[in-house]
């Protein structure tokens, strides 16, 4: 893994943890340095998208013809970015406040599926957001495979850094009568909503997910 340049005691060099984390997440952002835009400037790119992680590298989806989730991303280095947070720290000072958060960075090189590896993978992407979904819905189209693209960012190690701020927090070296303490903060499902077109009743894969509390 990466080493931290400042507050080093908070990275983790567990690969267990890292993985952990990353399974509990479904949201990052791809970063990209010097992209030519259509405008003709070169300027950073940076791309929020959904992700899982399967064994050892991070899976993301996009249009085949959409830029660094594209094919036209084969052989970009990249940083991926993986934030949560957990707590609100409310210090006697503003400028002792802080977050409790677990984040995780990712460098690398993204390589696209190969297009006969899409279908597998796309799948997989499915099952691993929403476990037992594919089973409840119909098969993806070719036209669908064709128009989708998968590309993937090995975790290796040497290229990874997760760091977690937590614990309690710190009694002051001067006297305040300030309030003092963490607040926590939590993303949790909320009741499944129906579409108003839909007759069908709510399945497994959504109950269940729903029943894991979020992250």
């Known amino acids: 893994?990466?080493?931290?340049?400042?507050?080093?005691?908070?990275?983790?060099?567990?690969?267990?943890?890292?993985?952990?984390?990353?399974?509990?997440?479904?949201?990052?952002?791809?970063?990209?340095?010097?992209?030519?835009?259509?405008?003709?400037?070169?300027?950073?790119l940076a791309v929020p998208t959904l992700f899982v992680r399967h064994e050892d590298?991070?899976?993301?989806?996009g249009s085949t013809?959409?830029?660094?989730?594209?094919?036209?991303?084969a052989g970009r280095q990249v940083a991926f970015c993986?934030?949560?947070?957990?707590?609100?720290?409310?210090?006697?000072?503003?400028?002792?406040?802080?977050?409790?958060?677990?984040?995780?960075?990712?460098?690398?090189e993204v390589?696209?599926?190969?297009?006969?590896?899409?279908?597998?993978?796309?799948?997989?992407?499915?099952?691993l957001l929403i476990p037992g979904r594919t089973a409840e819905v119909r098969a993806?189209?070719?036209?669908?495979?064709?128009?989708?693209?998968v590309i993937s960012l090995p975790i290796v190690d040497g290229d990874w850094v997760y760091k977690v701020n937590?614990?309690?927090?710190?009694?002051?070296?001067e006297e305040t009568t300030a309030w003092a303490g963490i607040v926590p903060f939590s993303v949790t499902y909320g009741e499944p909503q129906r579409a108003e077109w839909s007759t069908a009743e709510l399945p497994d894969s959504v109950r269940a997910m729903v029943a894991t509390g979020g992250t």
Do not use: C
Not at 57 to 61: E, Q, T, V
Not at 85 to 91: E, R, S
């Open 1 to 44: 893994m990466e080493k931290v340049t400042r507050k080093y005691g908070r990275q983790s060099t567990a690969r267990a943890a890292l993985e952990e984390f990353l399974d509990g997440q479904w949201w990052g952002v791809l970063s990209v340095g010097d992209v030519a835009r259509p405008n003709g400037k070169i300027r950073p």
């Open 82 to 108: 993986v934030t949560a947070m957990d707590a609100l720290v409310v210090a006697h000072s503003t400028f002792d406040s802080s977050v409790h958060y677990r984040s995780a960075v990712i460098y690398g």
């Open 111 to 127: 390589q696209p599926a190969e297009r006969e590896d899409r279908e597998a993978l796309l799948g997989r992407f499915s099952e």
């Open 166 to 173: 937590g614990g309690p927090l710190a009694e002051p070296d």
């Open 140 to 149: 993806m189209l070719p036209k669908e495979i064709a128009a989708t693209n």
């Open 65 to 73: 013809g959409a830029g660094t989730l594209g094919v036209k991303g």
């Open 57 to 61: 590298r991070i899976l993301i989806h």
